[in-house]
């Protein structure tokens, strides 16, 4: 077999697309902006936040990495399953929230794993109250 060259791959030149390519937001960003323990901390407190994940076979606490109106980074001592369905649940002040999601991504970090989780369904009062902290911790800069 003959080796290939570079040289021997045709021009471009005159290649025209039918479509420009955009990115579900049009500034290319995240759908919504994520608040991380540090930004959670400056509001209730400097201690951890915890959150319950159920699966079908067990329910394991972890902790809070980061949240938005669209899901939420967790920190678990136990490996998440990609495409996994769960619930999660924890307390974000005085408020409870309990929601379906998806595992998306799972990370190993040591002897821990950070699961990127997406809410599910979310319920509409939910989303406004976690836009409202978001909301606070914007306002809470700006002064």
């Known amino acids: 077999m003959e080796k290939k060259q570079w040289s021997d791959i045709p021009s ?14 049009a ?31 067990a329910t394991v606490s972890g902790s809070l990495r980061d949240l938005c109106e669209g899901g939420l980074a967790v ?3 136990t490996r998440l399953d990609e495409r996994q369905n769960i619930k999660v649940g924890l307390l974000l002040g005085s408020e ?28 509409p009062a939910t989303r406004r109250y976690i836009a409202g902290v978001y909301a606070s911790k914007v306002l809470r800069h700006a002064v």
């Open 12 to 25: 471009l030149e005159g290649l025209e697309m039918e479509w420009d390519y955009q990115p579900r937001n």
């Open 27 to 57: 500034d290319g960003k995240r759908a919504f902006q994520r608040m991380t323990t540090k930004d959670l901390a400056q509001m209730f407190g400097d201690r951890p936040i915890e959150v319950r994940v159920a699966t079908t076979t």
């Open 75 to 77: 920190t678990l001592g």
């Open 96 to 123: 409870k929230i309990i929601a379906s999601a998806q595992v998306r991504h799972v990370q190993r970090r040591d002897r821990e794993y950070t699961a990127g989780l997406m809410f599910i369904g979310l319920e």
